[in-house]
Antibody, heavy 123, light 111 residues
Framework: EVQLVQSGAEVKKPGESLKISCKGS????????IGWVRQMPGKGLEWMGI????????RYSPSFQGQVTISADKSISTAYLQWSSLKASDTAMYYC????????????????WGQGTLVTVSS | EIVLTQSPGTLSLSPGERATLSCRAS???????LAWYQQKPGQAPRLLIY???SRATGIPDRFSGSGSGTDFTLTISRLEPEDFAVYYC????????????FGPGTKVDIK
């Protein structure tokens, strides 16, 4: 069974750093792109970026380029999303999601989703 | 970047009725790389339709997708109580740097 299990909720102060995780199981972790999606409170879905764990090829939405870093450790089948300096506007639910088809071709929908990690940034 | 517009914003219907949701793109979506997702409160999105008209694994046949180019439709033939949710379209075929964009969503609620 394919599963993406995300790390737990976080409460941080503005300016702090944070790294959240997404552990994949039940499939070949290195063969599928994993994306990150933000959902601010009461709002819609926003694509942030995507990584191919096989070679760490990473693409970012222009809206998030320079604001976050996406990485992966294929030895432990885990993808990461990190911030170096959080802002209150980073308060949101963050989802990781695996693409539908395997391989380097990035143009696929997201067929498996993690349960989400709620990040709250407040002074 | 391709911008997606969904209409209506909210659709109020009764169980058993037919729901028709629209997704319009600011430019043609390559190879009909258009997906639909369902999201219920407190849950992650679920893939319903990909390639504009192919149902994902386990999705009931009351859900169907159609369209091409810039105009796409998700139809729920007979609403079941569990279908009341928010529906998002997503294109996944545009050139870098933004190969993926989501629409703003349509909420289907109980009339």
């Amino acid at each position: 069974e394919v599963q993406l299990v995300q790390s737990g909720a976080e409460v941080k102060k503005p300016g702090e750093s944070l790294k959240i995780s997404c552990k994949g199981s039940g499939y070949s972790f290195t063969s599928y792109w994993i994306g990150w999606v933000r959902q601010m409170p009461g709002k819609g879905l926003e694509w942030m970026g995507i990584i191919y764990p096989g070679d760490s090829d990473t693409r970012y939405s222009p809206s998030f380029q320079g604001q976050v870093t996406i990485s992966a450790d294929k030895s432990i089948s885990t993808a990461y999303l990190q911030w170096s300096s959080l802002k209150a506007s980073d308060t949101a639910m963050y989802y990781c999601a695996r693409q539908y088809s395997s391989g380097w071709y990035v143009y696929n929908p997201f067929s498996y989703w993690g349960q989400g990690t709620l990040v709250t940034v407040s002074s | 970047e391709i911008v997606l517009t969904q209409s209506p914003g909210t659709l109020s219907l009764s169980p058993g009725e037919r729901a028709t949701l629209s997704c319009r793109a600011s430019q043609s979506v390559s190879s009909s790389y258009l997906a639909w997702y369902q999201q219920k409160p407190g849950q992650a999105p679920r893939l319903l339709i990909y390639g504009a008209s192919s149902r994902a694994t386990g999705i009931p046949d009351r859900f169907s997708g159609s369209g091409s180019g810039t105009d796409f439709t998700l139809t729920i033939s007979r609403l079941e109580p569990e279908d009341f949710a928010v529906y998002y379209c997503q294109q996944y075929g545009s050139s870098p740097p933004a190969p993926f964009t989501f629409g703003p969503g349509t909420k289907v609620d109980i009339k």
